[in-house]
């Protein structure tokens, strides 16, 4: 990237923001210097290079490109003009309009990581207004392949569909592991050796999936074709609901996105 430009993240004091000037940096798509991050209530003892500052017009007036990294019940708060450049919003459910409108562009992208972004291997949809240069676009993707792996996506209907499915981060397998904790633990295995092996198997999954990327229904037909102790378990949940559990919790989700949208 451009030795010269430079990234303003308003919120960058935050959990989000803070992941993913350490992206950046760490991927090597600008130097700490070429960051300007806003706080609120504590100036954290990060990115020191980083030019630090509470007023995020100063902000806006001094990047080329702003991230808006504030919760959207904050949002209200943050009034500022940035006078025509590239606007990425990564909070939730907030509409594009809604940024064009307070922000004076209407170059604005909503994206959506999630809390893997601390590792840089978070997974990124992101949606353009029709306002963006095709240079616009490179640089979000720059951006957010920094952060991990990123798609553009063809709505903004996508992307608040998206928040309740890969926004979530770590929360799904999270949820997985405790019901199988608790599983484990009516059968007398010790808390500890529980959390190891599902630590193991959670970890093992993902980086097999790395290593082989293969469409679930492979891996699942694989393992039912075989007949063994996997197939009974798997019938067993998909018979009990598995399915429909998550449409049900991923539509629950979707709607509390929108609702978030409804009251910014
Ligand atoms: N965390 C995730 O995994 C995740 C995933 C996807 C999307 N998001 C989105 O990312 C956004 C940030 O989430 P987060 O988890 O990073 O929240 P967070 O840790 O609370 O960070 C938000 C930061 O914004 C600061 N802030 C609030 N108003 C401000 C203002 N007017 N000027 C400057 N800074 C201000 C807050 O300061 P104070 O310390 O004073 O509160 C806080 O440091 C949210 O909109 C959320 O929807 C988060």
């Known amino acids: 990237m451009s030795g010269s430009i430079k990234i303003g993240i308003v919120g960058g004091a935050g959990w989000l923001g803070g992941a993913i000037a350490g992206s950046l940096v760490r991927a090597g798509v600008l130097s700490e210097q070429q960051l300007i991050l806003s706080f609120r209530s504590r100036h954290p003892d990060l990115h020191g290079s980083a030019l630090w500052t509470r007023d995020n017009q100063e902000l806006a007036d001094s990047s080329d490109v702003v991230i808006l990294s504030v919760r959207p019940e904050d949002w209200p708060?943050?009034?500022?003009?940035?006078?025509?450049?590239?606007?990425?919003?990564?909070?939730?459910?907030?509409?594009?309009?809604?940024?064009?409108?307070?922000?004076?562009?209407?170059?604005?992208?909503?994206?959506?990581?999630?809390?893997?972004?601390?590792?840089?291997?978070?997974?990124?949809?992101?949606?353009?207004?029709?306002?963006?240069?095709?240079?616009?676009?490179?640089?979000?993707?720059?951006?957010?392949?920094?952060?991990?792996?990123?798609?553009?996506?063809?709505?903004?209907?996508?992307?608040?569909?998206?928040?309740?499915?890969?926004?979530?981060?770590?929360?799904?397998?999270?949820?997985?592991?405790l019901a199988m904790l608790k599983d484990a633990r009516s059968h007398g295995i010790s808390e500890e050796i529980s959390l190891r092996a599902i630590s193991g198997l959670l970890i093992g999954a993902g980086g097999l999936l790395q290593a082989r990327p293969e469409h679930p229904q492979k891996t699942v037909d694989a393992f039912l074709e075989y007949r063994g102790a996997t197939a009974a378990g798997l019938n067993a949940m998909m018979d009990r609901g598995l399915f429909a559990a998550v449409s049900g919790g991923l539509n629950a989700a979707l709607e509390r996105t929108l609702a978030m949208g409804r009251q910014n």
């Open 77 to 177: 708060s943050v009034a500022i003009d940035v006078r025509g450049k590239l606007l990425i919003s990564v909070m939730a459910g907030v509409s594009a309009d809604s940024l064009c409108r307070r922000h004076g562009t209407a170059r604005v992208v909503r994206a959506l990581p999630n809390a893997a972004a601390d590792i840089s291997l978070s997974y990124t949809p992101w949606h353009a207004s029709p306002e963006l240069t095709e240079p616009d676009k490179t640089l979000v993707r720059k951006i957010f392949e920094a952060c991990g792996t990123q798609d553009e996506v063809a709505s903004e209907a996508q992307v608040d569909y998206l928040t309740g499915l890969t926004g979530t981060g770590p929360a799904y397998p999270a949820l997985l592991a």
